[in-house]
């Protein structure tokens, strides 16, 4: 629990430097908001229930489905900005693919900290779908599709949990410890994607699909050879076959061939193998 708190602390300190929020008070703010419902939620234990638990953050209604509350929004915009802006912070008017959005924390952090960029947000599981809409709502140039991507076009089961929707999976071995909800959602190949809503660039393609990683690229030759710069968390866990070398040798092909630019966040299991890692790549051939 020591360590816990230090680590929250720590977050805090760091978050505070940020740009995003743009203003001090609004990052403090967030910090606030974020104890009162860690004490509200994690420490005694008042239920939440998605679609109709919030916390509005300096105007904006924020919905999430964890006991944890915004402290994985705060986590995010730490790691980008820790780990990405530097290497990003040229981008003007960025093209943005989130792909598995979650709630949408990600594109928020995009829209606060580039100006005027173009983002299509991406989640297949119903429910989080409806909770990021409402996360994103009223927001410029933000294009939301309730579709996953896979290596072919048809339904695929996605496996989840109702109180964690974050690690909602294509891959029921994943959930070891309890039984989840399965939904029949529709996938698409990433190119057709592309194809059909007629974009031509992609300057930032964020890729966060809980294992699915492999099954996404092969899908997606199209996709990235007009990536400049590719964002993948990396699950480790080996569900489905996937392994780091079958996904790193999907990252060259015609017109794209990408290079480790830096790490971001990892996630080690109890016996200190890395479970999940964020890797920033920057396609060599992109101009």
């Not at 990052?27 to 509200?40: A, E, P, S, W």
């Not at 989640?123 to 140039?141: C, H, I, R, Y």
Request: glycine fraction near 6%; charge should be positive; charged fraction near 25%.
């Amino acid at each position: 629990m020591h360590f816990l708190i230090f680590l929250s602390l720590s977050l805090d300190w760091e978050f505070l430097f940020c740009h995003y929020p743009p203003r001090v008070l609004e990052r403090l703010n967030f910090i606030v908001h974020k104890y009162y419902l860690l004490v509200k939620h994690l420490l005694l234990n008042r239920p939440i229930e998605p679609l109709k638990t919030f916390v509005n953050i300096s105007g904006r209604l924020i919905y999430f489905e964890s006991k944890f509350g915004i402290s994985i929004f705060q986590a995010m915009i730490v790691n980008f900005e820790k780990n990405y802006i530097y290497h990003l912070k040229g981008l003007k008017k960025p093209v943005v693919l989130d792909v598995g959005a979650h709630l949408g924390f990600f594109s928020l952090t995009i829209a606060g900290l580039f100006k005027n960029p173009k983002i299509y947000v991406v989640e297949p599981l119903n429910l989080t779908f409806q909770m990021t809409s409402k996360n994103l709502a009223g927001m410029k140039d933000v294009y939301l599709k309730n579709v996953g991507f896979w290596n072919r076009d048809g339904k695929v089961p996605l496996y989840f949990d109702s109180n964690n929707l974050m690690y909602s999976s294509a891959f029921e071995e994943r959930f070891r410890e309890i039984s989840p909800k399965v939904e029949s959602v529709y996938m698409e190949r990433l190119d057709k994607f592309i194809s059909k809503n007629k974009i031509k660039h992609i300057d930032v393609l964020k890729l966060d699909a809980e294992g699915a990683e492999e099954k996404i690229l092969e899908g997606a030759k199209l996709g990235l050879a007009m990536t400049h710069y590719l964002i993948l968390e990396c699950s480790l866990d080996f569900v489905g076959g996937t392994s780091f070398a079958s996904v790193a040798r999907l990252l060259k092909g015609p017109g794209y061939n990408f290079q480790l630019v830096t790490v971001g966040t990892m996630q080690r299991d109890n016996e200190g193998k890395i479970k999940v890692i964020d890797l920033l790549l920057e396609n060599l051939y992109s101009k």
